[in-house]
C-alpha cells in the first residue's frame, strides 16, 4: 500500500472512530453528536430521498429519517456501519412513506383497481432489499456499499480495497445487476 492510500485509510479509520463515539453519545441524549451525525449523512440521505421521492418531498422526506434515527438511535448494535444503518432506515421511511401516499391516492380516486400498498408492503421491500444486498459476493457487496451506499468514488475504493478502478466499476454493475434480477425490478 502507497503513503498517500495508508494515509487515506487511517483518515478514514479516524473519521469511523469519531463516528462510533458520536453514535453512543447521541444515543444517550447529546445533541451535539448527533447533529455532527447529521451533518456527515444529510447529503446521502437527502439523495437517496430525492431519487426515491422526487424533490418536492426529498427535504422533508430527509427530516422524517432524521427523527425516526433519533427515536431508533438506541436500536443500533453496530454490526454494520452507522451509515448502512442510516441508509437502510431511509430506505424504511422512504418506502413507508410511498406505500401510505399510494394507499391515499387509491382511497382518494375512487379506483377499484387501486390497491393500497401499506406498511407491511413497505417493509417487505425494504426487507427483501437488506436481504439480497446480504447475498451478495463479497467483492460485489462491498463495492456496492461503499459507492452506493457511503458515497466513495470508485478511485477511492479501488485505494481501499487495493483493486483498480475496473474492478470496482464492474463489481458495482455486478451488483446492481444481481439485486435488479432478485427485486424483480
Not at 14 to 31: F, K, N, Y
Not at 32 to 54: I, N, P, Q, W
Not at 107 to 133: C, M, T, W, Y
Amino acid at each position: 500500500m502507497d503513503t498517500a492510500a495508508g494515509a487515506e485509510l487511517a483518515s478514514h479509520s479516524d473519521s469511523l472512530a469519531g463516528e462510533v463515539a458520536d453514535v453512543a453519545l447521541a444515543a444517550a441524549g447529546d445533541g451535539r453528536a448527533f447533529e455532527r451525525l447529521y451533518r456527515s449523512h444529510a447529503a446521502r440521505v437527502y439523495t437517496l430521498a430525492r431519487r426515491m421521492a422526487g424533490s418536492e418531498r426529498a427535504e422533508e422526506l430527509t427530516q422524517d429519517v432524521f427523527v425516526r434515527a433519533w427515536q431508533k438511535l438506541h436500536t443500533f448494535r453496530g454490526e454494520a456501519a452507522f451509515g448502512t444503518w442510516l441508509y437502510r432506515l431511509a430506505l424504511n421511511v422512504i418506502l413507508g412513506n410511498r406505500a401510505v401516499r399510494a394507499a391515499e391516492r387509491g382511497r382518494f380516486e375512487g379506483d377499484p383497481d387501486a390497491e393500497p400498498v401499506g406498511k407491511q408492503r413497505a417493509l417487505e421491500l425494504a426487507i427483501d432489499f437488506e436481504s439480497a444486498v446480504e447475498r451478495l459476493p463479497k467483492g460485489a457487496r462491498q463495492v456496492f456499499v461503499l459507492h452506493d451506499v457511503e458515497g466513495f468514488t470508485h478511485r477511492e475504493i479501488a485505494r481501499m480495497l487495493g483493486i483498480t478502478e475496473g474492478t470496482s466499476k464492474a463489481q458495482l454493475h455486478r451488483a446492481r445487476m444481481m439485486l435488479r434480477r432478485h427485486l424483480g425490478s
